[in-house]
């Protein structure tokens, strides 16, 4: 199972990130759940939503509704929104499977390289 995180690398304050996980190997609509999750610089990983198999969408209610996890199961892809983004939403962001909906650990499952995102001050 391979998993490929993509988007741009800067993002501008107040406006939306998005990213997008292009997954082969495994079908998103099989079974696990399909996680975002980051690592802010000088702190842990931080679990940010995830989509169930079947669609059902979970988020870390500390986004404050500014997260919206999608799917496009044509293309095997699932993604990544995050509104009103400051300087403390720079961070390296993974998307990943698992069987645990919430996931801080990217030891287990598979997970992609990571993509890095940086919100100018």
């Known amino acids: 199972v391979q998993l490929q995180e993509s988007g741009p690398g800067l993002v501008q304050p107040s406006q939306t990130l998005s990213l997008t996980c292009t997954v082969s190997?495994?079908?998103?609509?099989?079974?696990?759940?399909w996680s975002w999750i980051r690592q802010v610089p000088g702190k842990g990983l931080e679990w940010m939503g995830a989509?169930?198999?079947?669609?059902?969408?979970y988020y870390n209610p500390s986004l404050k509704s500014r997260a919206s996890i999608s799917r496009d199961t044509s293309k095997n892809q699932f993604t990544l929104q995050l509104t009103s983004v400051t300087p403390e939403d720079t961070a390296v962001y993974y998307c990943g499977r698992d069987h645990e909906r919430r996931v801080t650990t990217t030891s287990r499952g598979f997970w992609g390289p990571g993509t890095q995102v940086a919100v100018p001050s």
């Open positions: 989509i169930g198999y079947v669609g059902a969408v």
């Open positions: 190997g495994a079908s998103i609509t099989t079974d696990y759940y």
